[in-house]
C-alpha cells in the first residue's frame, strides 16, 4: 500500500515536473532567445536556411523533452533524483543558448563548452555509479506529504533554470542587435529603430544598424543623436567586417544603398568621400557624410559641406543640421556662416544656463541629459 502511494507520489511529481520543462523550454527559446538562435541558424547554414521561431522553439522544445526521457532509460534516477534526468536537456540548451558576436568565427565560447563538459562527466559518473549502485545507496523514495517533495523538485528545477540563463547569452545589448537585424531582414526600418530605444546601452555595432535604419527612412539627421553614441566618431557609421559587422544581415545591403561596395582598408568617411568624389553616391551618403562630420565633431567641415547641400532657410531642415548650425554660430568668433532659429537659439540658451546651474559634473551631466539628452548639444559636450 505504502509503495503504490510513493508510486503514485513519484508519478504525479514527476508529470508536473515535466509540464513546467516544456514551459520553461519553449517560453526561454521562444520569447527570450529566438533572435540568437536565428542568428545561429544563419551562420551555421552560410546563411542558406531561415529560422522561424515558433516551429524553432517547438521542436527544440520537443527534442530536449525527448532527450530526458531518453536519459532517464539509462540513468534510472527515480524518486527525488528524477530531475537529475533534466540536467543533459539543459546542458544542450546552454550550448545552444550560449552564442555571442563571435559566433561567425569562433562558434560557441569555449569557456561555456568546458564547464559545460566538465559538469557533464561529473554527471555521467554520478550516473554510473548510482545505476549499478556501486556505493551509491540513496533512498529515493518521496517521503512525508506530496507538496513537500513536489516543493523540492520545483525548488530544484528553479536552480537548475537559472543556471541555464545565468550561462546563456543574455546580453541586452546584443539580443537589441540581433533584434534589430532580423527586423532589417524584413525591411521593416520603423520597427527596428524602436529596438531598445528606452535603453541607454549600446555598442558599435548596435549604433552602425540604427544609423543605417535611420538613413533608410530618411530621419539620419533628424534623429541620430537621440540614441545614445558609443565613442569611436564617425567609425561608427560603416561595418568594418572585424569589430563592427552584420551577423545576420547582409552587409552588401548597407553599402549598395550608398553606392559601391567598400574596397580595401578605407575608413568609413574617407570611403564616403571617395564615392562622392568619384561620382559614385547615391543621394543617402551626404547625410552620412554630414553625420559623420559630427560624430567626430568637426564643425568647420560640417558646416562647408552643408552650406553646399541643403538649403539652410527651409523649415525641413534636419534637426541635428539645425542644433550644430547653431553650435557652430556660437562657438566660432568668425563663422563662415550665421545661422539663427528663434525657438533654437531660446533653447540653446536654456541649455548654457542649465549648464552654469550646476557646479558638481555628475550632477549637472545628469540634470542636462535629463532635458537635452536627445540633443547634438549633449554628445558634443559631454560624449
Given amino acids: 500500500m505504502t509503495q503504490n502511494i510513493n508510486t503514485n507520489n513519484s508519478t504525479l511529481v514527476n508529470s508536473i515536473c515535466a509540464i513546467v520543462f516544456i514551459l520553461f523550454t519553449y517560453v526561454y527559446l521562444y520569447f527570450f532567445q529566438a533572435d540568437l538562435l536565428a542568428m545561429e541558424q544563419h551562420v551555421l547554414s552560410g546563411g542558406t536556411t531561415h529560422y522561424n521561431k515558433t516551429i524553432g522553439a517547438v521542436l527544440i522544445t520537443l527534442v530536449m523533452y525527448l532527450l530526458k526521457l531518453g536519459v532517464s532509460k539509462l540513468t534510472k ?9 533534466y540536467v543533459p536537456s539543459l546542458l544542450l540548451i546552454i550550448i545552444l543558448t550560449s552564442g555571442d558576436q563571435n559566433f561567425d568565427t569562433n562558434a560557441f565560447p569555449a569557456w561555456v563548452v568546458i564547464v559545460v563538459s566538465i559538469v557533464f562527466v561529473v554527471y555521467i559518473v554520478l550516473a554510473v555509479l548510482y545505476r549499478f549502485k556501486y ?7 518521496f517521503t512525508g506529504s506530496i507538496l513537500g517533495g513536489l516543493w523540492k523538485s520545483l525548488l530544484a528545477m528553479s536552480v537548475m533554470f537559472l543556471i541555464v540563463c545565468a550561462l546563456g547569452n543574455t546580453n541586452e545589448v546584443f539580443h537589441y542587435r540581433l533584434r534589430t537585424e532580423w527586423l532589417l531582414n524584413t525591411n521593416d ?18 549604433t552602425m544598424l540604427r544609423v543605417y535604419a535611420l538613413s533608410r527612412t530618411k530621419q539620419l539627421g533628424e534623429r541620430l543623436f537621440e540614441y545614445p553614441i558609443p565613442h569611436g566618431g564617425s567609425d561608427l557609421l560603416l561595418p568594418d567586417g572585424v ?24 575608413r568609413p568617411l574617407e570611403y564616403l568621400l571617395y564615392l562622392e568624389s568619384h561620382g559614385l553616391a547615391m543621394k543617402s551618403v551626404t547625410d552620412y557624410i554630414l553625420c559623420g562630420y ?51 537659439d531660446a533653447d540653446y540658451a536654456d541649455f548654457q544656463k542649465l549648464e552654469e546651474k550646476y557646479i558638481d559634473k555628475a550632477e549637472r551631466y545628469s540634470y542636462v541629459k535629463d532635458t537635452y539628452g536627445e540633443t547634438y548639444w549633449f554628445y558634443y559636450f559631454y560624449q
Avoid at 79 to 84: D, F, Q, S, T, V
Wanted: hydrophobic residues 40%; proline residues 4%.
Fill in 135 to 141: 556505493f551509491l545507496q540513496i533512498n529515493t523514495s
Fill in 77 to 85: 534516477f527515480d524518486g527525488w533524483l528524477h530531475i537529475l534526468n
Fill in 189 to 206: 526600418y520603423e520597427k527596428a529603430l524602436h529596438v531598445g530605444e528606452k535603453s541607454d546601452d549600446t555598442d558599435a555595432n548596435l
Fill in 294 to 344: 559630427l560624430l567626430d565633431k568637426n564643425l568647420d567641415a560640417f558646416v562647408n559641406t552643408i552650406k553646399t547641400k541643403y538649403n539652410l532657410t527651409s523649415p525641413s531642415l534636419p534637426k541635428h543640421y539645425k542644433e550644430a548650425l547653431i553650435l557652430y554660430t556660437h562657438l566660432r568668433a568668425n563663422p563662415v556662416l550665421v545661422f539663427h532659429s528663434e525657438i533654437m
Fill in 243 to 266: 569589430s563592427i559587422k552584420c551577423l545576420l544581415y547582409p552587409e552588401s545591403e548597407i553599402f549598395k544603398q550608398l553606392g559601391i561596395r567598400k574596397k580595401g582598408r578605407m
